[in-house]
């Protein structure tokens, strides 16, 4: 069975770049495309972005290009990094795995998740 | 970008009741409407995807309804295990988004 475990940095300094890692077992990495969530302390859900197999990225807009998300299928491994970090990126970082169902159209929805890693943006 | 608003922001509940929470869409996302279920310290967790389809694991107490631009997810005889927040998602538009979140309470 599929698992995600994310790890990073616990602490990232204002102005400064927050490199996550997203390890999945129990499977390949090249078997499905992938998503970044964010959560802040008490708030709801962010999409970051997602990557699809070919290395095709998608990212919400509201980071103004901070973001990069990418791959590495040797290490079975997802990336996220964050430039220029501020407060407002304090949060719980989740990866997670996008599935897809096939009906006349295709829909895509996050089926598995990692436990979350947090991050805290402070000097 | 398609703001998902979720209502109420919060409920109390007793057990055994039926539960609704209403997530109404800016514009139209079709079926691409899918629902997450988050207990405190947890990961969200996948109950239904494109508007009514129980995710595997699923209890049958949960199901999903609506089209366009207002959907409703319903909990019919309310456990002590589904006191959590709930999210809404659509994945029509090339950016995600999500809820608030609806957090159901014990009364």
């Known amino acids: 069975q599929m698992q995600l475990e994310e790890s990073g940095p616990g602490l990232v300094k204002p102005s400064g770049t927050l490199a996550l890692t997203c390890t999945i077992s129990?499977?390949?990495?090249?078997?499905?495309?992938w998503s970044w969530v964010r959560q802040p302390a008490g708030g709801g859900l962010e999409w970051i972005g997602r990557?699809?197999?070919?290395?095709?990225?998608n990212y919400n807009p509201s980071l103004n290009g901070r973001a990069a998300i990418s791959l590495d299928p040797s290490r079975n491994q997802l990336s996220l990094t964050l430039y220029d970090v501020s407060a407002a990126d304090t949060a719980v970082y989740y990866c997670?795995?996008?599935?897809?169902?096939?009906?006349?159209?295709?829909?895509?929805?996050?089926?598995?998740w990692g436990r979350g890693t947090r991050v805290s943006v402070s000097s | 970008d398609i703001q998902m608003t979720q209502s109420p922001p919060s409920l109390s509940a007793f057990v055994g009741d039926r539960v609704t929470i209403t997530c109404r869409a800016s514009?139209?996302?079709?079926?691409?409407l899918h629902w997450y279920q988050q207990k405190p310290g947890e990961a969200p967790r996948l109950l239904i995807y494109?508007?009514?389809n129980l995710q595997s694991g699923v209890p049958s107490r949960f199901s999903g309804s609506g089209s366009g631009t207002d959907f409703t997810l319903t909990i019919n005889g309310v456990q002590p295990e589904d006191f959590a927040t709930y999210y809404c998602?659509?994945?029509?538009?090339?950016?995600?988004?999500f809820g608030q979140g609806t957090k159901v309470e014990i009364k």
């Open positions: 990557v699809y197999t070919a290395g095709t990225t």
């Open positions: 514009q139209s996302v079709d079926n691409y």
């Open positions: 494109v508007i009514s």
């Open positions: 997670a795995r996008d599935s897809e169902v096939k009906t006349s159209m295709t829909y895509w929805y996050l089926d598995l």
């Open positions: 129990g499977g390949s990495i090249s078997s499905a495309y």
């Open positions: 998602q659509q994945s029509y538009s090339s950016t995600w988004t």
